[in-house]
């Protein structure tokens, strides 16, 4: 499942491993821990990205999935779970900036196609139909308008206990959107064969009626 930030992918994802009985895999929390560990030792700044450094280290990141008590899979950077701290909107920014570095995408594209290897996964990002799984059995492909996506993101962030300003918030999307899609290194686009689902208008519950639907005819 590929498309822009903040228009539901994972919800839907989640949602279709769940009824499946497959795994979720969220590949866009990996470029997050990267951008984290980057933030963390100073290789990102407003002003700067140490590519070198960032490049330099990554065998040191390990990132790893672990479902909680609940069942729902947390983010693990080296051992500690770090699934809250790269929600934020720095980490976003941070993370749409490493995803530009060829060689980090070649280490995350890796280990995701380890991840999949012996199927029953859903996997939401950008280039999980181009580039990560080109011969998956479906591929969908989500859009939303940019306003919208902010708007349920700044509820989200809201929701949670955060203040954010909604104008910083339709930034953030906007400006990650631009780099996401001009950006060299596997751009986001939609793959020939996907299936696109644009659900500026369609409540959650449909969308996951449809795709499992849709699952049901493909496969
Ligand atoms: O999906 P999410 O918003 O968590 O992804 C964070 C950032 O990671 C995105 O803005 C995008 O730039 C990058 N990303 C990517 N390829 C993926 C998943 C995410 O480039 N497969």
């Given at each position: 499942m590929d498309g822009y930030s903040s228009c539901g992918k994972s919800t839907i994802a989640k949602g279709l491993a769940k009824k499946l009985g497959y795994t979720y895999i969220d590949s866009g929390a990996m470029y997050r821990a990267v951008a984290l560990f980057a933030i963390r030792n100073g290789w990102i700044t407003d002003q700067m990205m140490d590519e070198k450094a960032i490049i330099e280290h990554l065998s040191n990141i390990k990132i790893t999935f672990k479902p909680n008590l609940s069942g729902v899979q947390e983010t693990f950077l080296n051992d500690e779970n770090v699934e809250k701290e790269i929600r934020t909107l720095e980490v976003a920014n941070g993370a749409s900036r490493v995803s530009t570095l060829a060689a980090v995408r070649k280490e995350m594209v890796r280990q995701q196609q380890e991840m999949g290897i012996n199927k029953g996964v859903v996997m939401d990002g950008r280039?999980?139909?181009?580039?990560?799984?080109?011969?998956?059995e479906m591929k969908l492909f989500m859009t939303c308008s940019p306003e919208i996506r902010a708007k349920r993101r700044y509820d989200e962030m809201v929701s949670k206990g955060e203040s954010p300003l909604y104008e910083d918030v339709l930034a953030n999307v906007k400006e990650r959107d631009l780099r996401d899609t001009t950006?060299?290194?596997?751009?986001l686009r939609q793959a020939e064969d996907a299936i696109v689902l644009?659900?500026?208008?369609?409540g959650i519950d449909e969308q996951l009626i449809w795709a499992l639907n849709m699952f049901n005819k493909i496969t």
């Open positions: 280039d999980i139909g181009t580039v990560v799984f080109p011969n998956a950006r060299e290194e596997s751009p644009d659900n500026s208008e369609i």
